[in-house]
């Protein structure tokens, strides 16, 4: 899946934004029906200015709108951008089960043979070293303290 680095913030932003209880009751009420800020404040346990900072989140993210009318913000949801949360996590699940039948392929693939016999199991460095003559084609200290000598 490849994505932009301008779709990747944006989904970041939708994905944070809904990653609060409250934000998405926001999402939830303003998609069924519009309200202003003063009518979401009332509905929850919280400042006036907390529901608003909210609301900025979602806004950023571009799952409500504002619109103001004389003194009243006006939030209303967006279905488009939900739809696009809902495709980007529909890519994700993709992904994941793409990788999750590979591994479950691996799984059911029989090992050829599950229970090596221990002799026949080659050992490489064992093996290099099994039937060389330590001293063959090595320099030792004692070597180099001798002089060559003259012909």
């Not at 989140?57 to 809902?86: F, M």
């Not at 089960?97 to 090596?116: E, F, K, M, S, V």
């Not at 460095?125 to 001798?146: F, S, T």
């Amino acid at each position: 899946m490849v994505v932009s680095q301008e779709s990747a913030e944006r989904a970041d932003r939708t994905f944070h934004a809904l990653a609060d209880a409250t934000r998405r009751e926001i999402v939830a009420l303003t998609l069924a029906g519009e309200y202003s800020v003063s009518d979401l404040a009332r509905r929850f346990p919280m400042s006036f200015a907390a529901v608003q900072k909210h609301v900025a989140v979602l806004e950023r993210a571009g799952l409500v709108t504002k619109e103001r009318r004389g003194r009243e913000q006006r939030v209303r949801g967006s279905a488009d951008s939900l739809r696009e949360a809902h495709r980007l996590l529909d890519q994700l699940a993709d992904v994941w089960r793409g990788r999750i039948d590979r591994i479950g392929t691996i799984l059911a693939d029989p090992d050829p043979d599950p229970d090596p016999d221990p002799v026949s199991v080659s050992d490489p460095i064992a093996d290099a070293g099994a039937h060389l003559d330590p001293r063959e084609g090595k320099e030792h200290c004692h070597d180099r303290d001798r002089r060559p000598e003259e012909s």
